[in-house]
């Protein structure tokens, strides 16, 4: 029988000159398994984390689609099950224009993304025999949050699936390093639904809440599509107040509806009144001036009104409400909301520092328009 | 997670008196939309008018 009580520790260990086997093999075989294996490793160690966030942005994905369908059967009185029709748009694409000849690309864009709302306004439109409008901006609203989630989960996985195919941990970096901001965005959009869906207004309205009440009692109408103007005069100045059309859920096009009003009138200064990312450590809500376009989106918008002020040499002068991506597109905060009233007096500080009696100043308010009215 | 508590949003409306300047707040009820009419005043006869609507969250 062995006898274990005379087992001697120091010279299983020992590191004296003396060569001990099983020592070396301690050494040994863990170098050569991280040499041969490392990758792989690493690769088992990274891909549990990233299949437990792929998990959830399936759960994102269908509960996005399921609260669509949801809404369009209890709300709307769809001619057949729209369900079939909701899936296929939830799997359309978009393919942006070349840009190896960036010549003309802005109006490309424009157009291709145009297209696309138009598209898909005209499909939904089909689905009831009978749609307001306020009730169309809505579904719409809810489908591109879906069919977004739906395109993250779709590449998330690709991306992780094709680096265990390729056993190569590199592939997998980028997606590890990505992946909290993706996951970050995508629980932004899911808590982004119930705002959406009962017609209340989102962080992102701050720019149409501040303009809304400044042009609550005068004459409004539709300059370009889902765009309201309202003019008035405030010390002697002429304001030409432009927002989306609320309460429905729309950002309107305030680069047309600029466009329309410069093709009339002499303006002087441009105001814009917008949310903006807050950085890491900045207060939420906090309110900073600056100068520029303040619009966000793809692009085109903000290329076409910087176009208009250049040619025509007027200064932009922008108010800008920091605040997080959840907080721009889930339900508007107290901390946000407390702030238009602040925001309303600075715009009218800005009106009288930067423009002269007589002149004209076009405001913009710019964000999404849900729950707010004019 | 075991940890995290679950969080609620709740949202609210707060209704402002365009005659006694008063202001209400209440549960936000579907229908409600920024700057519309909501109800009669309930300290004088003016009209209410929609203020704010925000959400406030709630940790369980």
Same mark, same amino acid.
Do not use: A, L
């Given at each position: 029988m062995l006898n274990f009580t005379n087992f001697d520790l120091e010279q299983v260990f020992s590191m004296n000159d003396e060569t001990n086997p099983l020592m070396m093999l301690i050494w040994i075989v863990p170098i050569i398994i991280f040499v041969f294996y490392g990758q792989q490793i690493q690769l088992l160690v990274t891909s549990g984390e990233i299949k437990k966030a792929i998990k959830k942005l399936d759960v994102f994905r269908s509960d996005s689609k399921k609260e669509l369908i949801n809404y369009v059967k209890k709300n709307l009185d769809p001619v057949n099950d729209p369900t079939k029709k909701i899936e296929q748009f939830l799997d359309y694409f978009t393919i942006m224009p070349?840009?190896?000849? &960036?010549? +003309?690309i802005v109006e490309k864009v424009r157009h291709t993304v145009r297209s696309r709302e138009d598209y898909t306004r005209n499909q939904i439109k089909s689905l009831f025999s009978d749609i307001s409008d306020l009730e169309l901006n809505r579904v719409q609203t809810l489908l591109e949050i879906a069919s977004s989630l739906q395109m993250i989960h779709k590449i998330v996985n690709h991306m992780y699936l094709t680096a265990k195919k390729q056993k190569n941990y590199p592939l997998i970096l980028p997606l590890q390093m990505i992946l909290p901001f993706l996951m970050e965005h995508a629980r932004a959009m899911i808590s982004a639904i119930p705002a959406f869906k009962n017609g209340q207004p989102v962080g992102d309205g701050i720019g149409p809440m501040v303009v809304g009440k400044m042009m609550l009692h005068a004459e409004k109408e539709i300059?370009?599509?889902?765009t309201v103007l309202a003019k008035i005069d405030y010390e002697k100045r002429k304001l030409f107040l432009l927002k989306a059309? +609320? &309460?429905?859920s729309t950002v309107g096009r305030p680069d047309d509806a600029l466009q329309s009003i410069i093709t009339q009138n002499k303006i002087d200064a441009i105001i814009m009144i917008d949310a903006a990312l807050k950085m890491e450590g900045e207060d939420s809500a906090s309110v900073a001036h600056g100068f520029g376009a303040a619009i966000g989106g793809i692009g085109t918008e903000r290329y076409q009104i910087e176009f208009i002020a250049n040619q025509n040499k007027i200064p932009i002068f922008s108010i800008v409400i920091k605040q997080s991506v959840t907080e721009a597109i889930t339900l508007m905060t107290k901390e946000i909301a407390d702030q238009a009233d602040n925001v309303r007096s600075q715009v009218y500080e800005m009106i009288l520092e930067n423009s002269l009696e007589g002149q004209s100043i076009v405001i913009i308010g710019v964000g999404n328009t849900s729950g707010i009215q004019q | 997670m075991i940890f995290s508590k679950e969080k609620i949003t709740l949202a609210y409306t707060i209704e402002k008196c365009s005659k006694c300047k008063k202001s209400h707040k209440r549960d936000f009820a579907n229908g409600d939309i920024l700057f519309s009419n909501s109800s009669q005043c309930t300290f004088c006869d003016g009209v209410t008018i929609i203020e704010q609507i925000f959400g406030e969250i709630l940790q369980k």
């Open positions: 070349v840009d190896m000849d &960036p010549n +003309g300059i370009s599509f889902q059309e +609320g &309460p429905s | -």
